[in-house]
Each structure stands twice: as structure tokens, then as C-alpha cells.
């Protein structure tokens, strides 16, 4: 029984090196992949701002049927608290980053060698 323990610690552990090992490896992210990192993140946003403005819009109702439900039994309410209205964050639009300018060609070399070399009389 002991075998089998150590002999599976012994592969997990090597199982452990080498993926760390294939992680180490790993090239940096490219351009195009910063930008699906960047759009995923602002999609994931904007879902957030939509999911809470669907929260909101449900607890407006609740606390609406609820006050109704209070009238009609004539049962007391307490004023409602002033909270801000529910804000639609709209469709999701991802504007893309500004292209980053390449760089530049290496300027061309001002006036011939030969101008600067004219003897002096």
C-alpha cells in the first residue's frame, strides 16, 4: 500500500515540475491578444452595469407591489428612502484602442557631404 502512496506522490510531484516548467515557457501575449483581453474585459463591464440596472428595476417593483399591497390592507408604510434612479448602461460599444503609430522611417540625410567641404578662399 505504501508503494502505491509514494509512487503517486512521485508522479504528481513530476507531473508538478513539468507543467510548471510548460508554463514558464509560455511567450508573452500578442497585440491582437491584449486586444480580445481587453474587449472581453470591457464586455464583462458592461454586463455587470446591466445586470445591476435589471436588480434595480426588480427591487423598484417589489417595493412598489409591496406599497400597494400595504394601501389596499390600509396597513401603515414608512416613506420610501430617496435612492437614485435606475440608470440603463445602453447597448455595449467597444471602442477600440487607437492604433499605436508605427515607427517613423529614419529621416532622410539633409544636404550632400560635399556642400560642407567647399574650401574656404
Same mark, same amino acid.
Request: some cysteine; overall charge positive; aromatic content about 4%.
Given at each position: 500500500?505504501?508503494?502505491?502512496?509514494?509512487?503517486?506522490?512521485?508522479?504528481?510531484?513530476?507531473?508538478?515540475?513539468?507543467?510548471? /516548467?510548460?508554463?514558464? %515557457? =509560455?511567450?508573452?501575449?500578442? !497585440?491582437?491578444?491584449? &486586444? $480580445?483581453?481587453?474587449?472581453? #474585459?470591457? @464586455? +464583462?463591464?458592461?454586463?455587470?452595469? /446591466?445586470?445591476?440596472? %435589471? =436588480?434595480?428595476?426588480?427591487? !423598484?417593483?417589489?417595493? &412598489? $407591489?409591496?406599497?400597494?399591497? #400595504?394601501? @389596499? +390592507?390600509?396597513?401603515?408604510?414608512?416613506?420610501?428612502?430617496?435612492?437614485?434612479?435606475?440608470?440603463?448602461?445602453?447597448?455595449?460599444?467597444?471602442?477600440?484602442?487607437?492604433?499605436?503609430?508605427?515607427?517613423?522611417?529614419?529621416?532622410?540625410?539633409?544636404?550632400?557631404?560635399?556642400?560642407?567641404?567647399?574650401?574656404?578662399?
Amino acid at each position: 500500500m505504501k508503494r502505491i502512496v509514494t509512487r503517486s506522490a512521485l508522479i504528481f510531484a513530476l507531473a508538478t515540475v513539468a507543467s510548471s /516548467v510548460a508554463l514558464a %515557457k =509560455l511567450p508573452p501575449p500578442t !497585440d491582437d491578444a491584449k &486586444a $480580445k483581453a481587453a474587449e472581453a #474585459a470591457a @464586455k +464583462a463591464a458592461h454586463g455587470g452595469k /446591466v445586470d445591476n440596472y %435589471k =436588480l434595480c428595476l426588480s427591487i !423598484d417593483k417589489v417595493a &412598489a $407591489k409591496y406599497v400597494a399591497d #400595504a394601501k @389596499k +390592507a390600509a396597513k401603515e408604510t414608512k416613506p420610501a428612502v430617496a435612492t437614485p434612479a435606475c440608470a440603463d448602461p445602453g447597448a455595449f460599444v467597444y471602442p477600440p484602442p487607437a492604433v499605436a503609430p508605427t515607427a517613423a522611417a529614419p529621416a532622410a540625410p539633409s544636404a550632400p557631404v560635399a556642400a560642407a567641404a567647399t574650401p574656404k578662399k
